[in-house]
């Protein structure tokens, strides 16, 4: 099914990576487009264990050929270290708290997290 809604375009993401039942072979045999780093390890970078951690995980998503995004970045310590280590993607409270559907349209208008739509071909 997952090897389906691949061919069709879904983005597919193992999501928590590094909790509960994620684990390398999931990465490796699932028809993944991004790995998503869990809240957990992101929140504990100040570890060097942990930040060794997210940045090796960084390292494998993308010699897997994988996105990688980082969950619960709540303040711009953590996204500056983020983007040292290599991370395409994040999301948390410092870019914005969950918004209902009308806030979030003025946000995706106004932010300077939004980025600007692919000029259609």
Not at 26 to 41: Q, T
Not at 69 to 95: H, I, K, N, P, W
């Amino acid at each position: 099914m997952l090897e389906r809604l691949h061919e069709l375009g879904v983005v597919l993401s193992i999501v928590d990576y590094g909790t509960g039942y994620s684990s390398l072979s999931y990465v490796a045999r699932l028809p993944v487009d991004e790995l998503k780093i869990d809240r957990s390890f992101v929140k504990q970078m100040s570890d060097s264990t942990t930040a060794t951690i997210v940045r090796s995980t960084i390292e494998l998503g993308h010699s897997l050929g994988l996105k990688v995004v980082a969950e619960g970045v709540e303040d711009e310590a953590d996204l500056r270290t983020l983007r040292v280590y290599g991370c395409d993607q994040a999301q948390g409270y410092f870019m914005s708290r969950p918004l209902p559907v009308k806030e979030l349209e003025e946000w995706l208008k106004h932010s300077p997290w939004s980025r600007p739509a692919k000029a259609q071909e």
